[in-house]
């Protein structure tokens, strides 16, 4: 052979005896190539698999690929399938039409992509990112009629109208805390169906799961996670216990809140039957949806199927991380944009959800955000729409482009969590024997006033000395949720007594009661976190997002025990939906506070005169020391010709509302809220 055939034959062969090796040592070389480049939008709403009379269609977003193949699968096993083309159609989708008499079951989808220029691969066998239902553990995507999942009565199924003058209550509950414990008296225990069991009682009668959330008279419940996730294994009978933050399939449902996972259509017929049983009782769904990251990265049914494109990526070519979870997800891509907004509207208007929480908000745009909140609001003008403001790490996105809570007034009707009243509340979450302004923190008086008119402007507030925010946040109270805890973190319980060791549990139930008396007369939507109502704990574990359920599941006996309590939030949540005073349009005018640095003392005056309410008034008055504090309510009150009438003395709230004489004092016990009304 001559010496340059040899040469040829022999760099070819090294070529390709280290071209694999190459990308091992170097998986992010060619990666990212399509962030900076301008692909086709496809803006119809139709990806993924959908029906069509007799037929069935599968359409694939996939505009790098020159060829794009479906496996069909009859069974759950690979050996009994068939594999066929996609046709291209157009702006880069791939089509493949067929007919429902097919015993298809599950498919998986794959395109050839280039690597770096005209290198091109296949790759993997990936679920379709679009999937509406998934086979157990999200091997495979599911091929099944939506229409026949439908439980009786389901195009009836309609949860009662919000307006925007009705104040919003919401709860936060995780599926599988609400019934694991023995106490719950509930059956289907960790499942979709346990929360459509009715007369469900713990040991001593009391109610618990839905009727105990529908006696509390919340208005929304907030359930974490229920879309498909990656950490669940849905074959055990009893899986390992995570909150779900680690999204799979955003299209279909949890498979291990079903009761089986043999038939796909179970999840779906059983969420559904969990909804319809919830809008019965006339309680709302809000849904926590996680599209800044994905549980996969490189191996993403997004990443396989367009290379580059889904996700941010740093200028060295590696995942940027905001999520702090591996990757972030690009929602400023129109592509994206569009997967966001098809994903909502399919579980709006397929299992009718009431709202939205979207976890760490600040990592997607604001244009993003706000086409979402005008799409969804075109089809339910009620709909709920609230979100973290904040990231979990650096992003590289600018902070000026993203639904961060400093950018609130640049969102259509979108709420962010209030940190600062939060933590001016019990002290940082991230310093867990600090303390606040529930244990006596006098210098945390800004950040309650900034929590109790919704981040508005006000001219008592010296924002200065407000925590994380230093000048008014918000235009209107609706745009703040105000809350004392959550599932993150330590429960409110757990970060009292952390914080105030030599406290007995009487005490730190009067701070508990202090904090409800705080969020529910304040001029947000209030969220409480489920259990907290009865004193919840997590026994001091601060993050228990796969802990077991010896640590996160709700123990009902403990209503017993705090009775009291549950009835004061009862009370105090029947009086906010009640009165329009906790709802004002203009707190910054509306509003007015005295305050006592020396001893925390704080007066909240409302001026309802302009509502339709019949307390033309409202004093509340908070003592967070540990002294009792005098006070004459009449010197207070401007309106000539009202009398004040006691709503609630100490935490105790009156059966019958006594007038308050003119020249009486009122003696306010030590962390302890009083409540006076004016007509």
């Known amino acids: 052979m001559p010496k340059i055939?040899?040469?040829?034959?022999?760099?070819?062969?090294?070529?390709?005896?280290?071209?694999?090796?190459?990308?091992?040592?170097?998986?992010t070389w060619g990666k990212g190539q399509t962030q900076n480049q301008v692909l086709p939008v496809y803006s119809t709403f139709d990806l993924g698999l959908t029906s069509r009379g007799d037929s069935f269609c599968i359409k694939v977003w996939a505009p790098l690929a020159d060829s794009v193949e479906v496996l069909f699968i009859q069974a759950k096993e690979p050996n009994h399938s068939q594999t066929f083309y996609l046709k291209s159609v157009e702006q880069g989708v791939w089509e493949l039409q067929f007919h429902k008499n097919n015993n298809y079951k599950y498919y998986l989808l794959r395109a050839r992509n280039p690597i770096n220029g005209a290198v091109r691969a296949w790759s993997k066998w990936v679920t379709d990112p679009y999937s509406v239902a998934v086979s157990e553990n999200g091997t495979y995507s599911a091929i099944l009629e939506l229409e026949k999942t439908n439980p009786l009565g389901w195009k009836k199924d309609v949860s009662f109208n919000h307006t925007k003058t009705d104040a919003v209550i919401i709860y936060e509950l995780n599926i599988r805390d609400a019934s694991k414990h023995l106490s719950s008296g509930i059956q289907k225990k960790g499942k979709y169906l346990g929360l459509t069991e009715v007369g469900t009682i713990n040991n001593e009668g009391l109610s618990t799961g839905v009727d105990h959330i529908r006696e509390l008279g919340v208005t929304h419940v907030h359930l974490l996670p229920f879309f498909d996730f990656k950490s669940s294994d849905e074959s055990m009978s009893s899986p390992p216990y995570n909150w779900g933050y680690d999204p799979f399939h955003y299209n279909s449902p949890e498979g291990i809140y079903a009761s089986s996972n043999v038939d796909p259509a179970t999840r779906i017929i059983e969420l559904k039957k969990m909804v319809q049983s919830f809008h019965e009782k006339g309680l709302k769904i809000v849904m926590d949806v996680v599209y800044n990251h994905t549980a996969l990265s490189e191996n993403s049914s997004f990443e396989q199927l367009v290379p580059g494109y889904y996700y941010r990526r740093t200028s060295n070519g590696y995942f940027s991380n905001a999520s702090a979870c591996g990757n972030e997800t690009a929602s400023e891509k129109p592509m994206f944009r569009n997967f966001m907004i098809q994903s909502l509207k399919h579980w709006l208007t397929e299992y009718h959800i009431d709202g939205f929480r979207f976890d760490l908000m600040g990592i997607h745009d604001i244009a993003t955000m706000n086409m979402i909140a005008d799409t969804l609001r075109a089809i339910n003008p009620s709909i709920l729409l609230y979100g973290e403001g904040w990231t979990a790490g650096a992003s590289t996105l600018p902070d000026r482009e993203r639904a961060l809570k400093s950018n609130v007034n640049q969102l259509n009707s979108i709420a962010v969590f209030g940190d600062e009243f939060r933590d001016g509340l019990k002290g940082s979450v991230f310093e867990p024997t600090q303390k606040g302004y529930l244990s006596g923190s006098t210098s945390d008086i800004n950040s309650i006033l900034f929590g109790l008119v919704g981040g508005v402007a006000h001219p008592a507030i010296n924002y200065e000395k407000v925590r994380y925010t230093k000048t008014p946040l918000t235009k209107s109270p609706q745009q703040l949720i105000a809350y004392a805890d959550c599932h993150d973190n330590h429960t409110l319980r757990d970060k009292l007594q952390i914080s105030n060791p030599t406290y007995s549990l009487a005490q730190i139930k009067e701070l508990q009661k202090l904090a409800y008396a705080l969020i529910l007369t304040s001029q947000s939507p209030t969220f409480i976190h489920a259990g907290s109502e009865f004193m919840r704990t997590k026994k001091g574990v601060e993050n228990s997002f796969e802990s077991p359920d010896s640590i996160n599941a709700i123990d009902w006996e403990q209503k017993t025990i705090h009775k009291d309590l549950v009835e004061f939030v009862?009370?105090?949540?029947?009086?906010?939906?009640?009165?329009?005073?906790?709802?004002?349009?203009?707190?910054?005018?509306?509003?007015?506070?005295?305050?006592?640095?020396?001893?925390?003392?704080?007066?909240?005056?409302?001026?309802?005169?302009?509502?339709?309410?019949?307390?033309?008034?409202?004093?509340?008055?908070?003592?967070?020391?540990?002294k009792p504090l005098q006070i004459f309510p009449y010197a207070h009150l401007e309106k000539k010709g009202l009398a004040l009438h006691m709503i609630m003395k100490n935490h105790f709230f009156s059966k019958t509302p006594g007038r308050i004489g003119s020249k009486e004092k009122v003696i306010l016990q030590p962390h302890s809220a009083t409540i006076m009304a004016a007509w």
């Open 5 to 27: 055939l040899q040469f040829v034959s022999l760099t070819m062969h090294r070529f390709l005896l280290y071209f694999p090796l190459f990308f091992l040592l170097f998986p």
């Open 570 to 626: 009862k009370n105090l949540i029947q009086m906010k939906r009640s009165h329009p005073v906790f709802n004002l349009p203009d707190p910054s005018r509306q509003v007015q506070f005295y305050t006592d640095s020396s001893t925390g003392l704080i007066g909240y005056f409302m001026d309802a005169t302009e509502t339709a309410d019949n307390w033309r008034n409202v004093q509340v008055w908070f003592n967070p020391s540990d």
